[in-house]
C-alpha cells in the first residue's frame, strides 16, 4: 500500500495528517481523551466521504442511533449514503458490513464492541483485540477503510488503545485542551505516509471545522502594543504557526511566589527567568510570574525560548515591545540565543502575515529571509532586548536597556 491508492475523505486537515486520505484496507486508530471531539470528527469525516459517492457505515456502540442521528442533524452530518447504527456485538456488526457492503466503516469505539466467542468485559484486553482482530481482517479481505475510536485516558492506563497500537495501519491522537476549542490532530503512527503533519480543527457548537490556515487564531486581538507580549513562530510537525507568548511578572507577598503557566513548559521557564534574572538583575524571587500562550496553542520547543523571555523583560519594565516582530531563538544558561530548526519556514510564515522584523540566533542566516522581512541578528540576552528596543522607538530603547543594564 501506497500514497497513490489513498482517496481523500473531503476533511483537507485529516487528509494532510493520514498523507492523502483514506486507503481501501487500511485500518486507523483515532484516539483521544473523553470528550474532546472523536465522535464530531468522524462523522464529519464519514458524511463527507459519503458525499464523494462511497457507501459509509458508522456504527457507533456508546450511544442510540437516535443520539448519532440527533448529533449527525445538529453538525450537519447527513448524507445519503451515510448509514448509521447503534451495536455493541461484534458479530451483528460483521453481518451489518456484509450487508452494506461500505468502503468506509467507522466504529466508535472498539471499546464499546465485544464478541459474543470471547470471554471478558467490552474494553478489556482480550476483547479489544479480538474486535480490532476481526475488524482488521474484515478490512483487508474486503478492501474498506476502516477508522477505530479509542478511548485513552490522561494516564494512558486503558489497556485497549496500546495493544491496538501494533495492529493497525495508522494511529492518530486527537488532542486538544477543555478550555479551548482549538483540536490537533497528530500521527503517531503511519504505514501510508509521514508521521510529521498536523490537522488543526476548531470545535464549534455546530461541528467541527478544518483550519487550514490557524497562524493568525495564536494572536491576540489587540491593537496597541502592551507590556508583557511577544510573538514567535512555532512549528507544529512541519508547519510554522505564528503564537503569541504573554506574560505577566508582580511583586507577590507569597513566601514562595507563583510560577504559572498554561500552554508552555514550566520547567523551561524556570530556566528562561533564572537566565533573565542572573542578566538583568530582574528580582524573580519576589515576583508572581504567569506565563502563557494565546489561543490554546502548546509551544514546548526551546525556539520559543527567546519569545517567553521578551515577554518576561516587557512585563517586568512595563515596556510593550514592537507589535510588528517576532523572535526566534533557544536561550542558553549562559544567556546565549542559540539555533533554531526550520528557520526559513518560519521566518516565511511571520512575512506573510505580515511581520516586519525577525530576532534570530547569530550566525544562523544561511538562507536569504523574505524580503519584505529584515532580520535582526542577536548572539545573546543582552542584544536581544536591546534589539527589541530599538525596534520600539528611542524612548523604549533607553527604558528597556537601561532596566536590563
Ligand atoms: N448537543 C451539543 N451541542 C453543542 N455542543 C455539543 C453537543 N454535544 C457535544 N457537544 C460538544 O462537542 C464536544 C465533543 O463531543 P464528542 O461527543 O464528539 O466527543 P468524544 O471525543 O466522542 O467524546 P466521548 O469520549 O464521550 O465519546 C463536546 O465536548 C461538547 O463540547
Ligand atoms: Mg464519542
Request: hydrophobic share 45%; glycine share 12%.
Amino acid at each position: 500500500m501506497s500514497h497513490a491508492v489513498a482517496y481523500p475523505t473531503g476533511v483537507g486537515e485529516f487528509d494532510r495528517v493520514l498523507g492523502g486520505g483514506l486507503v481501501p484496507g487500511g485500518v486507523v486508530l483515532v484516539a483521544g481523551e473523553p470528550g474532546v471531539g472523536k465522535s464530531t470528527l468522524l462523522l464529519d469525516v464519514a458524511a463527507r466521504t459519503a458525499r464523494t459517492g462511497q457507501t459509509v457505515l458508522y456504527v457507533s456502540g456508546e450511544e442510540s442511533a437516535a443520539q448519532v442521528r440527533g448529533r449527525a442533524e445538529r453538525i450537519g452530518a447527513l448524507a445519503d449514503r451515510l448509514l448509521l447504527a447503534s451495536e455493541t456485538d461484534l458479530g451483528t456488526l460483521v453481518g451489518q458490513v456484509d450487508h452494506a457492503r461500505p468502503a468506509l466503516l467507522v466504529v466508535d469505539s472498539v471499546q464499546a464492541v465485544a464478541s459474543a466467542d470471547v470471554d471478558g468485559q467490552a474494553g478489556g484486553v482480550s476483547q479489544v483485540r479480538e474486535v480490532a482482530g476481526t475488524l482488521i481482517q474484515l478490512a483487508k479481505s474486503r478492501g474498506i477503510a476502516v477508522l477505530l475510536v479509542g478511548h485513552v485516558t490522561k494516564d494512558g492506563s486503558v489497556a485497549g488503545p496500546r495493544v491496538l497500537e501494533h495492529l493497525v495501519d495508522a494511529v492518530v491522537q486527537f488532542e486538544g485542551d477543555r478550555h479551548s476549542r482549538l483540536r490537533l490532530v497528530r500521527a503517531v503512527k503511519n504505514r501510508f505516509g509521514a508521521t510529521d503533519e498536523v490537522g488543526c480543527f476548531e470545535l464549534r457548537d455546530s461541528g467541527i471545522a478544518s483550519l487550514p490556515d490557524p497562524s493568525g487564531l495564536f494572536l491576540s486581538q489587540a491593537g496597541d502594543a502592551v507590556p508583557g507580549t511577544c510573538v514567535t513562530v512555532a512549528m507544529e510537525g512541519r508547519r510554522p504557526i505564528v503564537t503569541e507568548v504573554q506574560a505577566l511578572v508582580t511583586g507577590s507577598t507569597l513566601p514562595s511566589p507563583r510560577r504559572t503557566t498554561s500552554g508552555l513548559d514550566s520547567s523551561r521557564l524556570a530556566m528562561i527567568l533564572a537566565v533573565l534574572e542572573k542578566r538583568s538583575g530582574l528580582a524573580a524571587g519576589t515576583r508572581d510570574v504567569f506565563a502563557a500562550t494565546v489561543g490554546g496553542m502548546r509551544t514546548t520547543e526551546p525556539a520559543a525560548d527567546l519569545a517567553v523571555l521578551l515577554a518576561l523583560a516587557s512585563s517586568a519594565m512595563d515596556q510593550p515591545l514592537a507589535r510588528d516582530a517576532v523572535a526566534l531563538g533557544e536561550v542558553g544558561l549562559a544567556g546565549e540565543i542559540r539555533r533554531v530548526p526550520a528557520l526559513g519556514p518560519r521566518l516565511g510564515e511571520a512575512a506573510r502575515l505580515g511581520f516586519r522584523y525577525a530576532l534570530v540566533p547569530q550566525g544562523q542566516l544561511d538562507v536569504a529571509p523574505p524580503a519584505e522581512l529584515s532580520p535582526v541578528e542577536v548572539a545573546d540576552v543582552r542584544e536581544a532586548v536591546e534589539a527589541m528596543g530599538r525596534l520600539c522607538g528611542p524612548r523604549a530603547t533607553t527604558a528597556v536597556s537601561s532596566a536590563t543594564a
